[in-house]
């Protein structure tokens, strides 16, 4: 098939939406043939285009032809991943590549119209991204050769493997806002590869080492496990050893840089002599602004994690385990906060330019001080006296957080608004359960006030004006809870 039949043939699919077109094209293209025989990018663009399009083209009007083009799909899916992955072949050509961003496609718009697929008990109706996901969590012979793949590949060559687990984490995450217990499998399958992605930290191409932290990222928040913990914090611990000795002031405050674009990132480490026969050494890493958020959200899920095993009376052997780790951690820690100046200042460049990471830091924060109110008189466990000094020293709070975000978006009432409007982040969820912290200790709310804000009365103004919002109507939901609880915060802060 030549580069025009190509181009004709998406052409044509895009305008038809035919599904009998594409279920001939998907049964009588000479894929492999086309992608390994041709160094014209364009023409393997062009070509995996069209393989893409072939497994999202979804018409609604021609079922039956559609419903065709599915099991072909299906069929087609599978005999694929099985032979990328047969036993003792673990091929890797230069179509793998192309294949896993096939792989990719499917798998995101999978999730996207994953709420249209209600009934998922008939196979015959699965999305081909069903199949595929089925597929790689249940077959032995995928993951070994995932396995093997991160063993042995390197640099970018890992990019297109950690995007597709990265795909399989997050139809996890929508698997269980279903209630579908399929995500319990797919998170066990993915924790079995969770100390090859940690080594990934390290890599020196930066593209690797922000993905491969996003994902442990993904992986911790939502599947907190033992032994999860277990193995990321030893990993972490090395993370932050190797930032302490070679990140330097200079390079933090660079990185942290609000004129910096989101492609400026640094190289630390020690670096090897041009004649040195490892050109890359181990403790050499990339480090961008997005790693250091991912790295200081695993932080947080960590410590919560290890609250969490404490406030457990059964866990005492569990925390012993940990116990090491944890202290290493915790004096690292210690000395990178002592080196970094104005820790809240880098904590808003790290995440003040996204609502869902800065309002997730802010509960991750709300999180473990909860636990350390509940904890009072419960726990006197080593590893909770820890997290406590950390915290207390490090001064990171909820009321300081959120009154310094407030600060430097210029206490503007209408931002909360939005946020308590939109359904994209948990803010809702925050501010309520941040209005019952004040109540708990004003006091403290108000120390910080004076510590942080120039006048009280700025912040009051900022809620009151919120609440005005809130009284005027038209939320898409019942506000009468969160109006009675911010006028009772206000009324006992006066």
Same mark, same amino acid.
């Given at each position: 098939m030549t580069d025009n039949n190509i181009n004709e043939s998406l052409d044509t699919l895009i305008q038809s939406q035919s599904p009998h077109l594409a279920l001939?094209?998907?049964?009588?293209?000479?894929?492999?043939?086309?992608?390994?025989?041709?160094?014209?990018?364009?023409?393997?663009?062009?070509?995996?285009? !069209? *393989?893409?399009? +072939?497994?999202?083209?979804?018409?609604?009007?021609?079922?039956?032809?559609?419903?065709? !083009?599915?099991?072909?799909?299906?069929?087609? +899916?599978?005999?694929?991943?099985?032979?990328?992955?047969?036993?003792?072949?673990?091929?890797?050509?230069?179509?793998?590549?192309?294949?896993?961003?096939?792989?990719h496609t499917i798998l995101k718009d999978y999730r996207k119209h994953s709420n249209d697929m209600s009934d998922r008990n008939e196979d015959e109706d699965h999305h081909v991204g069903w199949t595929l996901l089925s597929t790689c969590i249940r077959d032995r012979n995928v993951c070994a050769w995932i396995q093997n793949a991160l063993n042995t590949k390197s640099g970018m060559d890992c990019v297109p493997l950690i995007v597709l687990m990265t795909d399989i984490a997050k139809t996890c995450k929508s698997w269980m806002e279903q209630d579908n217990n399929a995500s319990q499998e797919g998170w066990l399958w993915m924790s079995r590869h969770l100390s090859q992605i940690c080594t990934l930290w390290l890599d020196p191409h930066i593209t690797v080492a922000r993905r491969s932290l996003a994902l442990v990222g993904i992986l911790l928040r939502y599947y907190k496990r033992f032994e999860m913990i277990q193995t990321v914090l030893p990993f972490f611990v090395s993370y932050t050893k190797t930032l302490y000795q070679h990140l330097t002031r200079q390079q933090l405050y660079s990185l942290c840089d609000p004129d910096r674009t989101e492609f400026f990132y640094s190289t630390v480490g020690d670096h090897p002599k041009e004649d040195d026969d490892d050109m890359?050494?181990?403790?050499?890493?990339?480090?961008?602004?997005?790693?250091?958020?991912?790295?200081?959200?695993?932080?947080?899920?960590?410590?919560?994690?290890?609250?969490?095993?404490? !406030?457990?009376?059964?866990?005492?052997?569990?925390?012993? +385990? !940990?116990?090491?780790? *944890?202290?290493?951690l915790i004096n690292i820690t210690t000395m990178l906060y002592q080196e970094a100046g104005d820790i809240l200042e880098i904590l808003f460049e790290l995440h003040g330019n996204n609502d869902e990471d800065a309002i997730n830091l802010q509960l991750d924060i709300l999180n473990m001080y909860e636990k350390l109110d509940y904890s009072l008189g419960e726990s006197n466990s080593e590893n909770m006296i820890m997290i406590k000094h950390l915290l207390n020293t490090t001064g990171i709070g909820p009321n300081c957080l959120f009154l310094f975000f407030c600060r430097r978006t210029g206490m503007d009432h209408s931002l909360l608004v939005d946020l308590l409007l939109s359904n994209e982040t948990e803010f809702l969820l925050f501010f309520v359960r941040y209005l019952k912290?004040?109540?708990?200790?004003?006091?403290?709310?108000?120390?910080?006030?004076?510590? *942080?804000?120039?006048?009280?009365?700025?912040?009051?103004?900022?809620?009151?004006?919120? *609440?005005?919002?809130?009284?005027?109507?038209?939320?898409?939901?019942?506000?009468?809870?969160?109006?009675?609880?911010?006028?009772?915060? +206000?009324?006992?802060?006066?």
């Open positions: 001939h094209l998907l049964q009588e293209v000479p894929w492999d043939r086309l992608f390994h025989q041709t160094d014209d990018p364009f023409q393997v663009y062009t070509t995996a285009r !069209l *393989l893409q399009y +072939i497994m999202i083209l979804n018409n609604t009007t021609e079922k039956s032809a559609q419903y065709e !083009l599915n099991q072909g799909r299906r069929v087609w +899916i599978t005999q694929l991943i099985e032979k990328m992955t047969m036993e003792h072949h673990h091929q890797w050509t230069c179509a793998t590549p192309i294949y896993l961003e096939l792989c890359v050494d181990k403790n050499c890493l990339a480090v961008d602004r997005e790693c250091l958020k991912q790295a200081t959200q695993i932080f947080f899920i960590i410590l919560a994690a290890l609250m969490d095993i404490s !406030l457990a009376q059964e866990n005492k052997d569990k925390n012993k +385990i !940990l116990n090491n780790s *944890l202290h290493e912290y004040i109540e708990r200790d004003p006091q403290d709310f108000v120390q910080v006030c004076h510590t *942080l804000v120039e006048d009280q009365e700025e912040v009051m103004d900022m809620f009151r004006g919120v *609440l005005t919002v809130l009284q005027s109507g038209g939320f898409p939901y019942n506000p009468n809870y969160l109006i009675k609880r911010l006028a009772h915060v +206000i009324k006992i802060l006066k």
